[in-house]
């Protein structure tokens, strides 16, 4: 009896401790992984394939290029507007490269869906690059026109103004973040289409030749068209050390290696973003320190390491926030692209340093990659729900997700439950103001997130918190596919 009694008093306490939130089960990471691959299909744009797997979405953008005579449909839509930004579309398209080749064999299954993710941003960065000689089209639609309207991409009626840089209005930025994608992306198809894979490396040669040779901010050439959409707030040195090391990994050749120690290591912030680069560079670059015990590269452990220590919320060298709830807190505007792209550099540094048996010190603070792990995996779970509100960030995973996301597909009826067109100005009654949730749940999407306080309010047009963009989900591939691979 007395045994029964027992047990029946652990079962109300596992109860009511599940009831109250203390014990949670370890989150799904490869539903996760795989909605967050699944997303990439809502945000095209171009002709959509038989294999199109987010159906309330049709073609858009098929005049794309036509004013300039050139050929730029395809691509990917940068967040919830109907903007070609390529400088983000890059960079997204070299992080989902890099979470391929670190993470992979981890993927299972879902690795065919991250080549296909990628392909379809790198058949168009292709095409902008080699379309006019001596051009790099960088962007198509004029965001200060688009954002005035609240239409679906496939009825879009505004002017799809193409963007380019040249030798005489530069951007190096742009150019060299669209080699780092072309370069990444050729090692990820190098064993699986060594003809494509070719195209993208002869490619990603000729525009980091022209970011070099050529060198400015594009935020100066194209002014209103970028800014303050996608300025380049940070320069462009950081994007020609992160091409110029991409370059290397790609090739191995000394010529990439040259401009990688000329540059060095001295700028060393505490972000990573689709606008910073430094960070990225700096682990990446350290990976031929750790694992090829490569001296050379020293510099680059040293800073990737100071960035790690000043990440740690137990490190005396931190200079990062942390919300009551556990979360990274870096701006207040769409927040978890810092938290998404730093858990990236977070998990890869540990794994550079778990296959080396490598430790490293912040002051007094012993740093081993469980350190980092740790951390690490405490961002990933936040964004899936484990937080004070019971929120999970990324649309479609778990019970409790944002429902009125700051997206204009999502949230306007599809052209097959409403066949009309929706103009510019129709979508903001009855749907934009409208406090129902959106008709078409963009699966895998993770917004911009909550505040410092933990909240979320989750307004539509709340941007800054309810938008979602594809180099936050992009970031977040990486992490998922480690921890998919490991623990579930």
């Known amino acids: 009896m007395t045994m029964r009694r027992g047990a029946a008093f652990c079962l109300l306490l596992s109860l009511s401790l599940v009831l109250l939130g203390f014990v949670q089960a370890k989150p799904n990471y490869k539903d996760a992984l795989a909605k967050s691959l699944l997303f990439f299909h809502g945000q095209r744009s171009g002709r959509l394939p038989a ?8 073609d858009s953008g098929l005049s794309d290029g036509f004013s300039a005579h050139v050929d730029l449909t395809g691509g990917y839509y940068d967040a919830g507007d109907n903007v070609k930004f390529n400088f983000p579309m890059a960079f997204t398209t070299t992080m989902l490269s890099w979470s391929s080749l670190e993470y992979g064999k981890r993927m299972g299954p879902e690795l065919a869906n991250a080549r296909a993710a990628i392909r379809w941003a790198t058949d168009y960065l292709l095409k902008c690059a080699t379309a006019t000689p001596g051009k790099l089209y960088v962007g198509v639609g004029d965001p200060n026109v688009d954002h005035k309207c609240w239409e679906r991409p496939e009825d879009m009626d505004t002017s799809r103004t193409v963007y380019s840089v040249s030798a005489s209005s530069p951007g190096s930025d742009v150019a060299g973040e669209t080699a780092a994608a072309l370069a990444a992306a050729s090692m990820v198809f190098r064993k699986v289409d060594s003809k494509y894979s070719g195209l993208l490396l002869r490619t990603a040669r000729k525009v980091f030749q022209f970011a070099m040779q050529y060198q400015g901010a594009y935020s100066d050439s194209l002014g209103s068209a970028v800014c303050p959409f996608y300025c380049s707030y940070s320069g462009y040195k950081d994007e020609l050390l992160w091409g110029a090391a991409w370059m290397f990994r790609a090739t191995n050749e000394m010529s990439y290696y040259k401009i990688v120690k000329s540059m060095g290591a001295d700028n060393q912030p505490d972000l990573f973003s689709w606008d910073n680069k430094y960070a990225g560079a700096h682990v990446l670059l350290s990976r031929r320190a750790l694992l090829n015990n490569d001296k050379n590269f020293e510099q680059f452990e040293g800073a990737a390491e100071n960035f790690m220590c000043r990440i740690l919320p137990n490190s005396p060298y931190k200079t990062t926030q942390y919300t009551q709830g556990g979360l990274m807190y870096k701006l207040p505007e769409s927040n978890l692209q810092y938290v998404t792209a730093i858990t990236f550099l977070l998990t890869t540094y540990a794994k550079y340093m778990k296959s080396t048996k490598h430790t490293f010190n912040c002051g007094n603070l012993l740093v081993t990659p469980n350190s980092l792990l740790y951390v690490a995996k405490r961002q990933v779970d936040y964004i899936l729900g484990e937080n004070p509100i019971g929120m999970s960030y990324m649309v479609g995973f778990g019970p409790n997700f944002p429902k009125r996301i700051h997206h204009r597909g999502s949230s306007l009826p599809s052209l097959t439950s409403h066949p009309q067109a929706i103009g510019c100005d129709g979508g903001f009654q009855p749907f934009f103001y409208s406090a129902n949730p959106n008709p078409n749940i963009l699966t895998g999407a993770i917004v911009g997130g909550p505040n410092q306080n933990d909240g979320y309010p989750d307004q539509r047009s709340d941007y800054s918190h309810s938008e979602p ?17 490991t623990l579930n």
Request: hydrophobic share 45%.
């Open 469 to 485: 963009a594809t180099y936050i989900t992009a970031a977040m591939v990486g992490p998922l596919s480690y921890f998919a691979g």
């Open 51 to 58: 294999s199109q797997r987010v159906s309330w979405r049709s």
